[in-house]
């Protein structure tokens, strides 16, 4: 099994093509994906094509054999639930430069092909107190290192990693939503119908680091994007924010960045007084927030955008 | 002396045997029996379509399921409480109601079951429970305790029915040979010899001791399935003996009115006696007194603080959207059964069956209200979700499947009562011979 988790990654990171190398190498693992093309009979059409193989040699197959690699799971279940090693990633959430434009929310959704409806960013209006003066407040799952949802789930289907995300394994969950009541954050969703998503995405293997694809039944959210940060990309939410409002990186490295800045975590914390969200609770979130002062919009600019005014949002 | 004890034997084992479905057994059975498939009909779209044909929603994300199911839970109770509580104690005069108690506690604790399979959004992957089960989840525990209770439960109605089935062996005639056949078959090992009642008596005394912690575990974890969270009106210390105690009281309360049922339909007048319904009154009346102590002690403490995230879960229950359902709930449960059995007369077998009843609805409505208030008042704002999400009431598909739970647990107690004595006779034959002596 775990030799043919291996040569899986191999195929996709040298970006071959899967029917080629299979048949060049002859080492297609029985029982995977590419059997189907492997026992295919194909005409060899003549035109060659050069590639490069698993152990690094120039090879020439016939362009007749070329097959698209379906989607896979970048790592395998047992790798997903484990986690990047050495890295403990946290969040920053700037709440003086949010204005609810709510482009972290479309990237999401987007990324993770959510159903219509379904977000799992939520970008609340909040004010503390009667005196006090409103704000918005993007909120994701937080990420707990002591996560109540894991704690509850009956059957291992949500988990937290090495490296601190929280993630769900959808294609154990039985859909019994304790942790749903748990999240304090009420950050957790459920696909209550079948997801209104693509017949080439509900046929994807799932992965627990993309989420996709969302199957009926399970719960579903926040991901941190662990897929884009074992690529060493930010998640969707942060590239997509133009003010800069998420700021994501690894607490052992002590730095986070926006995309376009970088700060010292333990810096940025302690000069902004960063906090958690219920810290009371002891859940101890890997999600910080900035307090909104000195805000960069005003609170009424990002009403236009408020799903309450626009309920289609 | 012998002759006119043998002619008593007879009257008493006549008078008990289970009796075929006259018109009104066999109108209520069809009921009951075209309740259940509807039920039925309404989860076979659940189970097609997902649980996006219920009411339930992100916020609200658990809904009558599971207020049925702790409904459920809490009625099984009743099988530990008048069968072992009362043996252990040497109560006699609640003999006649053990079996009642018994069936109506196998009856619920089925239903139990079923209820949070049919709640699951992928129930084709219960076996996971098996297979990844992780003990530090509470679900875990809840699925281990009403196991063990079924089981318990079970044995707890079948031990005792090993002399009744003998005598139901000797009626052949009238049995049929199908379930003479299935007599046979659970029991005909069971021949009566002293030292098999020495055995049996000391299974019962064991099942009766085990039964009691038991129990109380299965409405504890129930209630902790709510308790281990941090939501308003759930993060309490109070929940487990509240559970409990509410537990007693609907189990009582349906042992009542299952009596008053039976003895009419029956003509048990003789067996279940004014008396005991005077007895059960004041029991009930003590649970019920009971149960408004655990929740005055629920609500008042947070009330007196009216901490920001608990006041506006609280407003709502005494003021806002749920205070109809939560004062006719109380009123329903607790306060007007109470007044009805404080006083004499309202301890006849009427007006206990009406409290019975009241305390059984009201019993209901409290599990709705345990439930679904909490969900609607999560400590960040309810936003950036669809507006239906903000409310709550069951489609049509939950009504129909909590009807249906509720149709089939009164089809299996009408089952069992149509196969078994509903009295046991070989306890009453003996108790009436010890009277005598």
Known sequence: MEQENNSRRDFLVT?????????????????????????????????????????????????????????????????????????????????SRCKNLKKCQAACNHAHDLNPGENWIKVDPMKNSEHSAPYWEPTTCMHCDDPPCVKVCPVDATFKRQDGIVLIDSDRCIGCRFCMAACPYSTRVFNWGAPQISEEVAAQPYSCETSIPQKKGTVGKCDF??????????????????????????LNEDSVTNGAETFRFSDLIRDKAGYRLMEDLGTKPSVYYLPPVNRNFPFESGLETDSLQNPKN | MENSDSIANNKIIN???????????????????????????????????????????DYVSWGIYISNFVFFVAISLVGSLITAVFRLAGVHWSTPLTRIAEMIAVAAIIFASLIIIVDMGSPERFYNLFIHGRLQSPIIWDVIVITTYFFISILLLYFPLLPDIKILLTFKERSGPRLNKFYGYIGSFWKGLPEQYKLGDKAINILCITIIPVAFTIHTVTSWLFATTYRPGWDSTNFGAYFIAGAFLVGAGSVVVAMYVFRKAYHLEKYITEDHFEKMGRILVMLAMLYLYFNINEFLTPFFKMKESEAAYLNGLFTGDFSVVFWFAILTGMIVPTIILLFKKGRKPLPVMIAGIMVVIGAWFKRYLIVTPTLLHPFLPMHDVPASYRHYFPSWEEWAITFGSLAGVMLVITILARIFPIIPIQETITEQHEIAE
């Open chain 2, 15 to 57: 008078d008990l045997l289970p009796q075929k479905f006259g018109k009104a057994g066999k109108i209520w059975t069809g009921v009951l029996v075209a309740i259940c498939l509807f039920g039925l009909y309404a989860y076979y779209r659940q189970l097609r379509y997902g649980l996006i044909v219920t009411s339930m929603r």
């Open chain 1, 225 to 250: 994007c662990a897929d884009m940060s074992r690529m060493g990309e930010l998640p969707h939410c942060v590239s997509a924010c133009p003010n800069g409002v998420y700021a994501f990186g690894d």
């Open chain 1, 15 to 95: 970006g071959l093509v899967a029917a080629a190398a299979s048949v060049v190498a002859g080492c297609a693992p029985k029982s995977n994906v590419f059997e189907a093309a492997a026992d295919e009979q194909v005409m060899p059409s003549g035109k060659k094509v050069k590639l490069l193989s698993v152990d690094g040699e120039v090879i020439e197959v016939d362009a007749a054999f070329l097959k698209p690699v379906p989607h896979m799971p970048p790592v395998s279940n047992s790798e997903a639930r484990i986690g990047i090693p050495g890295k403990k990633f946290v969040m920053v959430i700037d709440l």
